[in-house]
């Protein structure tokens, strides 16, 4: 999955999580790798606080890597940002575009964009 979204600007990242979680479960069994780039890099941050009642996406990624989902964020786009691996969510690495992504895309069935 190559997300692109800002985390709270839309529902495209959850939505993106929701189907990871599913797409993972025994009954499915898939692997699923998530590139973060642009904007969605920030889901990775930790920290996130956001209103009550409301999806939390650092809960829901640390879910996804909990079950085995990998996950990456674009080394361009954190650095853009002014982000350090420090501030990541524990189990986010980072990768580029050129090396990792383009690897993932090649050896995957699927490639999804959000």
Known sequence: MI?????????????????????TTAVIGMNVN???????????????????SYYNLEKMLKELIGQGVKAIA???????????????????????TVGTLAKWVKESQKVLSY
Do not use: M
């Open 3 to 23: 997300l692109q979204s800002a985390p709270y600007g839309d529902e495209r990242i959850w939505n993106a999580f929701r189907l990871a979680r599913a797409l």
């Open 34 to 52: 998530i590139f973060l780039t642009g904007d969605a890099v920030t889901t990775a941050k930790r920290g996130q606080k956001p209103p009550e």
């Open 74 to 96: 674009c080394r361009t786009c954190i650095a853009a940002r002014g982000l350090t691996q420090d501030e990541l969510i524990e189990g986010v690495q980072i990768g580029t």
